[in-house]
């Protein structure tokens, strides 16, 4: 009897083992290029001066903003996008920022499908595409990323959206010397690395 349970335990080990290793390949391969095209292409530009500048400013223009202020704001941006549009929308998709982000997803030749930079409380500041909300700092890419650490990476899991195979890297955005300024969000086309 130990003789035919030992046996049948090494093979569910063996079974097991054969079926996680793909997954777990799978999952560190994802990872492993993001890693490489971070290191090769979106550090050079996340820590540019028109990256740099635009979060900055808006962590001064929203000193000590109040979380019913963030709220409000947030619930405004969630309305004008059920209207497909309104100044506070218009006012970050039309800032500096976002021209600069924009050209840096058409220059990705298809890797990047949006961008999306975030302040010191998790406000949008600016962004290729339009996001659902204005507040990202109750979500795992602001927390992951600006409350852990200048050099804090988070890569999430893979999802198919519209056919393509996207996961989501976030980096801390922040100074030379370290100082953490707000967080930066990029959709990544993992089939296209």
Do not use: C
């Not at 704001?73 to 976002?98: A, F, H, P, T, Y």
């Not at 961008?115 to 602001?142: H, P, S």
């Amino acid at each position: 009897m130990v003789s035919h349970l030992y046996k049948f335990l090494v093979l569910v080990a063996l079974i097991s083992s054969s079926i996680l290793s793909p997954i777990a390949v799978a999952a560190n391969s994802h990872e492993a290029k993001i890693n490489r095209y971070i290191d090769s292409n979106i550090r050079n530009w996340v820590s540019s001066d028109e990256l740099l500048l635009a979060v900055d400013q808006q962590n001064i223009d929203h000193f000590n903003i109040s979380s019913s202020e963030i709220n409000r704001l947030d619930q405004r941006w969630r309305k004008e996008k059920l209207r497909d549009g309104g100044s506070l929308i218009s006012s970050v998709m039309g800032n500096e920022l976002s021209a600069f982000l924009r050209g840096i997803k058409a220059a990705s030749g298809g890797v990047i499908t949006e961008i999306f930079v975030m302040d010191n409380v998790g406000l949008n500041v600016g962004q290729t595409n339009g996001t659902g909300d204005l507040m990202q700092g109750d979500e795992a890419k602001w927390q992951k990323t600006y409350q852990v650490s200048a050099n804090a990476v988070f890569i999430d899991a893979v999802e198919e959206e519209d056919g393509i195979n996207i996961s989501q890297v976030s980096l801390t955005v922040a100074r030379p010397n370290s100082a953490r300024l707000g967080a930066i969000t990029i959709g990544i086309n993992v089939d296209a690395l």
